[in-house]
């Protein structure tokens, strides 16, 4: 029997180390690219679809066609949305989760709430709809903004009285509205030709404050809308950063005059 040389014998070694060296390779590529995506389902994260407010079997049945699972809790009386209309979704609506977890779902039933509900979750609108036809009041006055990496800008993120408290026909009721996660910045936004109301807002929904508010007449600008503020938009302030705002009054005959007012908002 012949005896390899060698040199053969060397480069069958290394042809044989290099195949275990590609297919090595090629294992490593189809653990990172197929198996583990399907074992962890990384990237798999979807929006969660908004449920509340529709009819628990549509609910349930868009929540399957996505891919989530549904677990249907006790129902609560929910003043005037129909029985069987779901009033509470967890996770809420727009957040972020893998297809197969469970979403809670919580249907209305018939009768006459004694209890104030939990508003954390719903928007604005809706949790001032529902204050609404349980005979309680929203005022903008006990409205306020905070930053929440749970609930999605312009969600509710506190209430006063808390879910459970009794309800009063006629009491206030003081909402704490998302203004998204906090940002590592914040960026002064455009408020020229905003109403006051309206600037108010948005310093306030973005985390700044009303500075000191100034009056000036003019014939140029409507009434009652910005006409300048003392950053530029666009620049990173912190949060709690006051702005001052010029807003714009009639012009009188006998010529220009201002008149700075303090702001009731700033300390």
């Known amino acids: 029997m012949a005896i390899a040389s ?15 060296f590609l297919i090595l390779i090629f294992a490593g ?6 198996i583990m995506p399907l074992y962890t389902r990384h990237g798999a994260e979807k929006p969660v679809p908004k449920l509340d407010g529709l009819p628990l079997d549509e609910a349930t049945a868009i929540a399957d066609r996505e891919g989530f699972r549904v677990v249907v809790e006790p129902a ?12 509470e979704q967890r996770p809420l609506a727009q957040s972020f989760a893998k297809p197969g ?12 709430a004694t209890e104030i509900p939990d508003l954390t979750g719903y928007d604005q609108r809706t949790a001032e709809i529902e204050c609404r036809n349980l005979g309680l009041l929203i ?6 903004y905070d930053f929440s990496a749970i609930v999605p800008k312009g969600g509710i993120v506190r209430q006063r009285p808390s879910p459970g408290a009794p309800v009063r026909s006629g009491e206030t009721v003081a909402l704490v509205i998302s203004r998204g996660p906090r940002p590592d910045a914040i960026l002064v936004p455009s408020l020229v030709d905003l109403s006051l109301h309206e600037a108010r807002q948005v ?10 508010i100034t009056r000036k007449e003019t014939d140029v600008f409507t009434a009652g809308t910005v006409i ?5 938009s666009g620049t990173e302030v912190a949060q709690d950063t006051t702005v001052d705002l010029v807003v ?15 702001n009731p908002d700033a300390d």
């Open 6 to 20: 060698p040199g053969r014998l060397l480069r069958n070694l290394g042809a044989s180390a290099l195949l275990i």
């Open 29 to 34: 590529m189809m653990t990172d690219w197929f």
């Open 76 to 87: 609560k009386v929910g003043g005037k949305e129909p029985e069987g209309t779901v009033l």
């Open 101 to 112: 977890r469970v979403i809670h779902l919580v249907p209305a039933k018939s009768g006459v």
């Open 139 to 144: 005022s903008p006055s006990e409205t306020s």
């Open 203 to 212: 310093l306030f929904e973005t985390g700044l404050r009303i500075g000191v």
């Open 228 to 232: 300048a503020q003392s950053m530029v």
């Open 248 to 262: 714009a009054v009639p012009k009188l005959a006998q010529g220009e005059n201002t008149e700075e007012t303090p």
